[in-house]
């Protein structure tokens, strides 16, 4: 099973991608099975497509970190940030972080974050297509290492704690 993740963006219009790809008849396929069959409120699960009725592969299953806040939000869920995570698989298949053949064997769970207050459907798509790419790359490849883990200093776009702050 490979995890990863990307943080892409500055602002509202950023994108925070979780990335599971697992082979389908493992934990990644029950966990995307269960996840599909389940939803809860305000987090429906869907199927991402590179258009209506052509999911990308590995059949991708879209979970939302954010409940649409309101109509605009839904739209920017559902359709750049849908849109710009199915070209992100896809672009991970065509540079190889995703093999091919684990394209018909696999599941993908992508769990996005599209800020409620977004408000530019262009930049929400480029920065859910580039963080989805960057999160199965750096899945690929076992990132981040230990050793940048444990040089680094907690902070992050929302906070940085006091003892860090310069």
């Known amino acids: 099973m490979q995890i990863g993740e990307s943080f892409v963006g500055e ?16 934990p990644a396929g029950t ?5 599909l069959a389940t939803p809860s409120a305000g987090h429906v699960p869907f199927v991402a497509v ?11 299953l879209f979970v939302t970190k954010a409940a649409p806040a309101n109509d605009d939000h839904g739209l920017l869920i559902w359709g750049p940030a849908q849109a710009g995570v199915a ?3 896809a672009d991970a298949v065509a540079e190889g972080s995703i093999p091919e053949p684990d394209t018909s064997t ?14 530019d459907a262009d930049t929400v798509y480029r920065n859910n297509r580039e963080a989805t790419r960057t999160a199965l790359a750096n899945g690929a490849q076992d990132l ?17 704690p006091p003892e860090e702050r310069a």
């Open 11 to 26: 602002g509202v219009n950023a994108a925070h991608v979780n990335t599971v790809l697992g082979h389908r008849d493992g």
């Open 144 to 160: 981040p290492l230990l050793k940048d883990v444990l040089a680094a200093s907690p902070s992050n776009p929302f906070y940085t």
């Open 87 to 89: 070209a992100g698989v």
């Open 50 to 60: 590179l258009r209506p009725s052509l999911p990308v592969k590995p059949m991708t």
């Open 106 to 119: 696999h599941v993908l769970i992508a769990a996005v974050w599209v800020n409620p207050g977004a408000d």
């Open 31 to 35: 966990s995307w099975a269960t996840a």
